[in-house]
């Protein structure tokens, strides 16, 4: 590391440490993680090398949909919520063709370690070193969250894939984890729910054992609209599923529609009194991929890049710098201390690497 870079990027830690003691305007905060999306299509939009690459889930449609020739036109069709919303009024990192570059610390490069990465605040090759379901051992931000006064109970996680029970380890942490292909349970549940409760064991449902992202985007809606948790966790998987298939049209239209998600839950964030401009939104991926048309598929320590990611963050803490264009190094670690942070509290995971990101006005 250069001298200068050094001098700047302990002076940032020390903003950063200050920082934490500070009032913050954050009293909630929404993750969203979308499974081993890349950073080129946020960054660059759809590929139109890869376009040819759809087997069972045709879609006649992808090229009209998601192909511009202009690049900023191309990634904002495919994203119109990121590249609107977000990039006039948050931060987006990890434009490596701009030397932005947001990378895991973990040399997994698959899904569980980079989940306890972003959770934990630090990677754990010699315990966490594959998918399997073992209850994590290391203490997770949304647990130490969870147990503090004023939070218990109010803090909440949804995902599609179903080892995130073990992942968060919900029976030690306590946080409430709604995973599963299976109907919700309760004495009231709305309108909402008992639709979404006769659809998900009726439809076909192409990734198995995973809950498709739109049962687990509104089944938590319906959840935050009950119990208005103060950290809520969406942990989105088909863009992973649909790339390693090779189906790059579900893929696309899989991340497309999860922006329509994140437009949906901003609009209800900002029509509620408990979340209106006090609410803080981080959006992230696991892991990266390949970047040929093969390499896409896949991920793992046989693909180096793909720890390569990408994040993005809004809310009152945030100023509006939009897309980070200057030579910057982030890391998948600093997302559970930056989640405790901005609700003014400072996180000690087991062997807490990472610091939380200065992304003040
Ligand atoms: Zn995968």
Redesign the pocket.
Known sequence: MKLKLLIIFLLSISLAQSKAQQKTETENIVLITL??FRWQEVFNGADSSFMKQQERLKDPKLKEKYWRDDLTERRKVLLPFVWSTIATQGQIYGNRTLNSKVNVTNNQL??YPGYNEILTGSADNERIYSNDKIYNPNTNVLEFINKLPGYKGKVAAFSSWDVFPYIINDKRSGVYVSTNVAEVKGNNLNESEKMMNKLILNLPNPLGDVRLDAFTFYYGMEYMKKNKPKVMYFAFDET??F??DGEYAAYLNSANYTDKFLSELWTYLQSDPQYKNRTTIIITSD?GRGDNTEDWKH?GQKIAVADQIWLAIMGPDTAPNGEAKTEQQLYQCQIAPTIASLLGLEFDGIKKKGAPLSTAK
């Open positions: 499974d081993g698959f899904s992973d599923d790339a390693h892991h991920h």
